[in-house]
């Protein structure tokens, strides 16, 4: 299959365009983070609440990471109804919901605002604009609509950071440094790109059809990995899962060493910034488990948050690849449009 079969299979499966808005990632993000959000620095929290279900609720694990490895304060991933038993107003929620319309988002803040909380929400508009518009212990910021939101995650995430930043609450980036990771980021995926790329992803995607994917990263990239693994569920109709080193080591190893294995394909996340025990026990994996089809990508950058974007955008395309392969429509949800019309029946 070459790039003319690949270009003929997204003009007759792609009918949402999910290539073309993955084309527009680092577009989408650059305008995003260097939008001013009209929040004062605030960083006197006892840590942040992020909601957010799907591709909305994805930006939340990856501030959780950034917190975790340079934050001075704890981020808690909630993608639930209301809100957890410990949470009090001394706790920022940043909810997402890409629609505003988002059921267990809309909960969850509606539990917040009615506790004396502060909520920062970011939508394109919906039931959760109407509710912060109404009150005065919420802000919303705006993201474009009109797009499925898992290929909305510049707009999201970028618009994610600078709320952090504008709030104190992560480490920022001067206009310089988020240029450079840009341009490295906009190299990437045109060599991804099933159009016009290196033929790498379309390469994967035929290697790993029709096989279960298990994902492995180390912790700081796992909220890559679970994006991957959404993004394969979503957009490839494709089963797959996350684990994390060194935590997979101790459980889920074992079976990759097992002779069923040999269904399944085992794609690795690296970097340079991994800790030296967890690229010991990385290697040791890639050299060792030899029953599956087994993949390694390196996520380049030089620091966490590009080596995040690099892994998040760079497996988008994989899984629109995967997408083709497989001859299903990487913009169809139909059983989550099912679910929905079936809950709008139930009170």
């Known amino acids: 299959m070459g790039e003319s079969d690949m270009a003929s299979l997204l003009a007759e499966l792609d009918t949402g365009d999910m290539a073309g808005f993955t084309r527009s990632f680092a577009d989408d993000l650059e305008a995003a983070m260097a939008a001013e959000v009209g929040i004062e620095a605030d960083s006197d929290w006892s840590g942040v609440l992020c909601l957010g279900m799907g591709g909305s609720g994805a930006g939340g694990r990856f501030l959780k990471a950034l917190a975790d490895a340079e934050g001075g304060l704890p981020f808690v991933v909630w993608s639930d109804y209301g809100l957890p038993s410990w949470w009090g107003p001394d706790w920022l929620v940043l909810a997402t919901s890409h629609s505003g319309n988002t059921e267990e988002t809309l ?123 959404s993004q394969l569920n979503e957009n490839s109709a494709t089963f797959a899962h996350p684990a994390e080193v060194p935590e997979m080591n101790h459980n889920e190893i074992v079976a990759w060493s097992a002779e069923g294995a040999s269904s399944r394909a085992l794609i690795a996340f690296t970097s340079d910034g991994m800790h030296p025990r967890a690229q010991a026990r990385m290697e040791w994996m890639l050299d060792n488990i030899e029953n599956a089809v087994v993949w390694r990508i390196e996520c380049e950058g030089t620091s966490l948050l590009e080596r995040l974007l690099y892994a998040a955008h760079v497996t988008d395309w994989v899984s629109i690849a995967l997408a083709l392969v497989n001859g299903v429509n990487p913009s169809d949800m139909a059983a989550i449009d099912s679910l929905k019309a079936h809950l709008a029946t139930v009170q």
């Open 107 to 229: 909960d969850g803040v509606r539990d917040a605002l009615e506790s004396g909380g502060t909520v920062v929400g970011v939508s394109s508009g919906g039931k959760l604009s109407e509710m912060l518009d109404g009150s005065d212990d919420g802000i919303l910021l705006t993201v474009p609509g009109g797009q499925m939101p898992r290929s909305a995650f510049g707009h999201i995430f970028g618009t994610q950071l600078a709320a952090c930043w504008a709030l104190g609450l992560l480490p920022t980036l001067d206009e310089a440094e988020r240029g450079a990771i840009l341009e490295r980021l906009r190299a990437a995926s045109s060599d991804a790109d099933p159009i016009g790329g290196d033929d790498m992803t379309e390469t994967m995607a035929k290697s790993i059809q029709g096989r279960e994917v298990g994902i492995v990263a180390p912790t700081e990239l796992g909220p890559a990995a679970y994006r991957f693994t």
